[in-house]
């Protein structure tokens, strides 16, 4: 069974990077695709992209300029890294398994932009 | 973008009745690449149907998928009062995903 968990900062400043790492156990982050999916507080949910262990990545268009999803294979572990953050990217942030659907989530993190 | 709208936003429903939300996409939609997530307050999605039609490990019978091309429809037989939640509709294409806006399935 996969388990995957995120940590990082609640609080980021404007313009500031926000930064995330989800770590998997329960199985080799070099088997599957990781993703990484938001939603800002009472609203839906926004995929934001996802990697293979290869580095192969994808990325949400709207985000894609801001966004950087790398992974560490010796730690079992993916990031998110989202650049020049504004309000609007308050959200719960999410990890996930699968490159074409979710399968697996991590519980979320919420991730306030405020100064 | 593939855009896709769930209808309706808010189904009102007693336990024990028959729910059924649907999912249209701007565009055509492999069947292959089409899921639907269940989702309740404070928890994180949780995957019900892929490929359309598959039931999620785990998932009940009386959630089912079916749909091709454009409309896609998540059928609940018989509300339990744990169905109560949110779901969302997601396809995936062109290395992209993107989710409808969710369909509320509330106690009436």
């Known amino acids: 069974q996969v388990h995957l968990q995120e940590s990082g900062p609640g609080l980021v400043k404007p313009s500031e990077t926000l930064s995330l790492t989800c770590t998997v156990s329960?199985?080799?982050?070099?088997?599957?695709?990781w993703s990484w999916i938001r939603q800002p507080p009472g609203k839906g949910l926004e995929w934001v992209g996802y990697i293979f262990f290869d580095g192969n990545t994808s990325s949400n268009p709207s985000l894609k300029s801001r966004v950087t999803i790398s992974v560490d294979t010796s730690k079992n572990q993916f990031s998110l890294r989202l650049s020049s953050v504004t309000a609007a990217d308050t959200a719960v942030y999410y990890c996930a398994k699968g490159s074409v659907y979710a399968d697996y989530w991590g519980q979320g993190t919420l991730v306030t932009v405020s100064s | 973008e593939i855009v896709l709208t769930q209808s309706p936003g808010t189904l009102s429903l007693s336990p024990g009745e028959r729910a059924t939300l649907s999912c249209r996409a701007s565009?055509?939609?492999?069947?292959?690449?089409l899921a639907w997530y269940q989702q309740k307050p404070g928890q994180a999605p949780r995957l019900l149907i892929y490929?359309?039609?598959s039931r999620a490990t785990g998932i009940p019978d009386r959630f089912s998928g079916s749909g091709s091309g454009t409309d896609f429809t998540l059928t609940i037989s018989r509300v339990e009062p744990e169905d109560f939640a949110v779901y969302y509709c997601q396809q995936y294409g062109s290395s992209q995903w993107t989710f409808g806006q969710g369909t509320k399935v509330e106690i009436k």
């Open positions: 565009q055509s939609v492999s069947s292959t690449y």
């Open positions: 329960g199985g080799s982050i070099t088997t599957f695709y």
């Open positions: 490929g359309a039609s």
